[in-house]
């Protein structure tokens, strides 16, 4: 029997998840080098600037919708994980960094000092409203970049 030549050939179980690993990978690179963005803009300032927490949730959601499928949720949903993710470690890093500098220690003695648990804490206690708003418009904004709807219709 001779397979027909108009069939569409069978994908293999990696080459399936290919562009889910392309969007998670792309995506996990956007968001370290954002994050190193962030941590870098908030010495420099002395102090986070939540509104530069929307360029993370473009960047991420831009290398999101590249690697992988906009017509997808799931990469929607990859894409918001890594920018929340992203915009919470900076901003640890940002607060675990003014404190060593109040207490003269260096990051890594202060987070052994008060450990994940402490971090979290003097994360919550100073960070506001506002920061909190611009952090969910941010993630907002990683889910719209990777998705269909922010670059038209879909070609047929």
Known sequence: VEPDRFSAP??????????????????????????????????????????????????VGLAVRIGGDPYNVIYRVIACVLA??????????????????????????????IGLGGTLDLVMHRTSFVDIA???????????VSSKTSWGKKKD
């Open 10 to 59: 069978e994908l293999t179980a990696v080459e399936a998840m290919m562009p889910l690993l392309l969007a998670v990978l792309r995506g996990g690179i956007a968001a370290a080098i954002m994050t190193y963005f962030w941590y870098q803009v908030g010495l420099a300032v002395g102090n986070s600037i939540p509104y530069v927490a929307l360029v993370i949730g473009f960047g």
């Open 134 to 144: 611009f952090y969910l418009i941010a993630v907002g904004a990683a889910y719209y």
């Open 84 to 113: 929340a993710g992203s915009i919470a470690i900076g901003n640890a890093f940002i607060e675990l960094n003014h404190l060593a500098a109040s207490t003269r220690h260096t990051v890594g003695e202060t987070y052994s000092d």
